[in-house]
């Protein structure tokens, strides 16, 4: 079983949906979760932290962490055609918190 | 305030040879993280560099790869005799910390080798 599984999807929205993205984990020493946005051909930029359980918001991305259910997710509210690209769950355990454990990426593709 | 910055983009290499990938971290950015991404694959960690010193190399093979980050200038990921299965995009990492949580890793564009 892999540490983090994430669904590649590609995922196809039309512009102004909700988009619900989501991974789960393994490994109950993972304490830092993040979600990282990757264009195609450039590296990955970080869009939302989270330490432990708990929500956290910023603008139209609402970033959840369920740490009894090992379970991760990023909602978009209001997508646009910019956000179109491969979203990354990332997460770390305390101790070696530097070293990131990725999912393998989802493609979102947003329609005007 | 530039960003990471790496070099090559691009390297193509054959079978044998050695490839040198190129990381300068952002400026004020002592901590240097490379990640190595294979086709269909996520990001995985290889090593974490301060300035001359190898902190963890956990994720890095045993055989033909070494990583360095010299007091002066940029670090370096260094891959002898390439095979094909080193066809990847290489992604270098930096932070200003790393015992605060978790600092932001901010990343290159990567270095996308291919072996022939």
């Known amino acids: 079983q892999k540490e983090v599984e994430q669904d590649p999807g590609p995922l196809s929205v039309p512009e102004g949906a909700i988009v619900s993205l989501n991974c789960t984990y393994s490994n109950s020493a993972f304490q830092y979760f993040m979600w990282y946005r990757q264009y195609s051909r450039k590296g990955p930029e970080l869009l939302m932290y989270?330490?432990?359980?708990g929500n956290k918001e910023d603008g139209r991305f609402t970033a959840q962490v369920d740490k009894s259910s090992k379970y991760i997710s990023l909602f978009i509210r209001d997508s646009q055609p910019s956000d179109s690209a491969t979203y990354l769950c990332?997460?770390?355990?305390?101790?070696?918190?530097?070293?990131?454990?990725f999912g393998k990426g989802t493609l979102l593709t947003v329609n005007p | 305030n530039a960003g990471v910055m790496q070099n090559p983009r691009h390297l193509v290499r054959r079978r044998g040879q050695e490839a040198r990938l190129r990381c300068s971290p952002m400026k004020g950015h002592s901590h240097v993280y490379w990640y190595r991404q294979l086709p269909e694959e996520g990001l995985k960690f290889m090593v974490y560099?301060?300035?001359?010193?190898?902190?963890?190399e956990s994720g890095m093979p045993k055989e033909r790869f070494s990583a360095e980050f010299p007091k002066e200038g940029p670090s370096i990921l260094r891959i002898q005799q390439v095979v094909r299965g080193d066809s990847a995009a290489y992604f270098c990492?930096?932070?200003?910390?790393?015992?605060?949580?978790?600092?932001?890793?901010?990343f290159g564009p990567g270095t996308r080798l291919t072996v022939l």
């Open positions: 989270t330490y432990s359980s």
């Open positions: 560099l301060q300035k001359e010193n190898i902190i963890d």
């Open positions: 990332a997460m770390s355990a305390r101790g070696s918190n530097y070293k990131l454990t």
């Open positions: 990492a930096s932070s200003y910390t790393a015992d605060r949580g978790t600092d932001t890793q901010y």
